[in-house]
Structures are given as C-alpha cells and as structure tokens.
C-alpha cells in the first residue's frame, strides 16, 4: 500500500502564487509516474503536470510557463509551484502516483482545494 499526504492548497488572489506538496509513503520500489491532477465540479479529473520515471516532465497547455513541478527522489516527494494564478486554475488538486503496470498501483491523495478569487 501506499499513502499520499497532500499539503499547500488555499485561497489566493489572482497573479498570486501556491506551493503545493505530496509525500507519498509506504510500499514503494519504484515510481513509475507521479504528478498532479485537478477537478472542478461537474467535469473530469485532468492531468496538470507529470514526470515520468525517467524524468520526462509534462505540463497541461493550460498551465505551462506559470507551474513548475519538482521531484525530491530522496523523500519521495512531489512539488507543484503555482504562479501566475488565474480563476480557472481554481480546483481541487489531486497528487497521483504510479508505482507498477495496472490501475491496482495507482494511488491518489486526498485532494487539496486551491481557490484563485480576489
């Protein structure tokens, strides 16, 4: 098993800036992929910015040149630097980590909320 604890969402005034974390823990050989993933009511859960085992890094069009993901190896750790926020970056965000082949080695935090309102 494996366990994503999430910290850093908030409400925060347009152009401003969030640092979002996720440390994952447990039963851990090797991540294959780890990132983030926002929802807004009503829609689906979309990718925001992911790197891939081999540190390949992904961002969504929406949001490249304003966020910045990081990866600390040595704590099993995620960063998601969000600056530049806009209103519809206001979601919850989600840290996802892939540890091996199948859905059944997916494992998702708890979702943190990230406001962008004046």
């Known amino acids: 098993q494996v366990q994503l604890v999430e910290s850093g969402g908030g409400l925060v005034q347009p152009g401003g800036s969030l640092r979002l974390s996720c440390t994952a823990s447990g039963t851990i050989r090797k991540i294959l992929m780890i990132g983030w993933y926002r929802q807004t009511p009503g829609k689906e859960r979309t990718d925001v910015a992911l790197i891939v085992g081999n540190g390949f890094i992904n961002y969504a069009d929406s949001v490249k040149g304003r966020f910045t993901i990081s990866r600390d190896n040595g704590k099993n750790t995620v960063y998601l630097d969000m600056n530049g926020l806009k209103p519809e970056d206001t979601a919850v965000y989600y840290c996802?980590?892939?540890?091996?082949?199948?859905?059944?080695?997916?494992?998702w935090g708890q979702g943190t909320q990230v406001t962008v309102s004046s």
């Open positions: 996802h980590v892939k540890v091996g082949p199948g859905p059944a080695n997916d494992y």
